[in-house]
């Protein structure tokens, strides 16, 4: 079977952005050796990621899991569901067996994307947020799959409650904190959990997450796209897609001072030993 040459390891072909032609950003990035994992945000996009993941033999997985912002009323993005149920989400409550039945699926390769987002917080939505996510952590040392968390200004509930369940000095591999947007010593505690990081298109054209990058080990870095969101240079301004993962590995290489060939080798191994892929 063909090798990878960059995994995104968290990504979202199933969302609505993509409805019109999925299978031909899919074939694009599969025919130029990049792998993806399509990351769940609650029921739906859990569901189409898994049915995606199914039609490709490999190089296509997906995760299963509830965002924190879907876990309340407001929050809409019609680039996620689509027009016509772009309004609001239904607020969901994460329920345990049907996502454990999900979890339990061939193609599925890690739990979330969960954890805490404070960037639009409702009023009780703090609770809400935390109740899910523990349900979440639980459903991934459940059925052995690793954790895909987000967090959003929200990094001191983060790290108290990843604390109940893993140690500092941990050996494990817990799972991904997917584009981290925290400081050193956040980033420190949380490797010292066994986490590892992703990164994506920002760091083509922020300078912010340099000197994070820097101090994080090589083996504890994988790439990602996010897309339809953050578009990398020199792509800005239009709809993103796995394919351009690449871009986010030449600028990596160029902060780790390694070639690009050796930066895509080391996250392809990192994102297999995690996922499990
Ligand atoms: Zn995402």
């Known amino acids: 079977m063909m090798e990878p040459k960059l995994i ?14 999925a299978d031909f950003v899919i074939k694009r990035a599969l025919d130029a050796g990049v792998w993806m994992a399509n990351v769940g945000t609650q029921q739906d996009t859990s569901e189409s990621a898994i049915k995606l993941a199914e039609k490709y033999p490999e190089g296509v997985y997906a995760t299963v899991g509830l965002h924190p912002i879907h876990t309340d ?16 989400s239904r607020g969901e409550e994460f329920d345990y067996e049907l996502y454990k039945k999900l979890a339990k699926h061939s193609k599925v390769v890690a739990i979330g994307e969960c954890g805490f987002d404070y960037y639009r917080l409702q009023t009780d939505s703090k609770k809400k947020q935390e109740a899910a996510f523990i349900k979440q952590i639980e459903l991934s040392l459940d059925v052995k799959k690793p954790l895909m968390i987000h967090c959003r200004q929200g990094f001191g509930d983060l790290i108290r409650v990843l604390g109940m369940y893993f140690n500092q000095g941990n050996s494990g591999k817990p799972g991904i904190i997917h584009f981290f947007s925290g400081n050193l010593k956040e980033a420190a505690t949380l490797l010292d959990m066994g986490f590892s990081f992703t990164f994506g298109g920002v760091i083509t054209f922020s300078r912010d997450y340099d000197e ?3 101090l994080i080990p090589r083996e504890r870095i994988l790439l990602e796209t996010d897309a339809p969101y ?17 871009e986010v590995a030449k600028k990596l290489a160029g902060l780790k001072d390694a070639s690009l060939e050796e930066i895509s080798e080391q996250t392809v191994k990192n994102t297999r030993e995690i996922l499990g892929i």
């Open 8 to 21: 995104d390891a968290h990504t979202h072909v199933q969302f609505a952005a993509f409805e019109e032609d």
């Open 230 to 246: 953050v578009t990398p240079a020199p792509y800005r301004g239009k709809r993103n897609e796995p394919l351009y993962v690449v």
């Open 212 to 214: 994070i990058i820097k």
């Open 73 to 88: 009323k407001s929050f809409h993005d019609e680039q996620e569901l689509g027009g016509d149920n772009g309004f609001t």
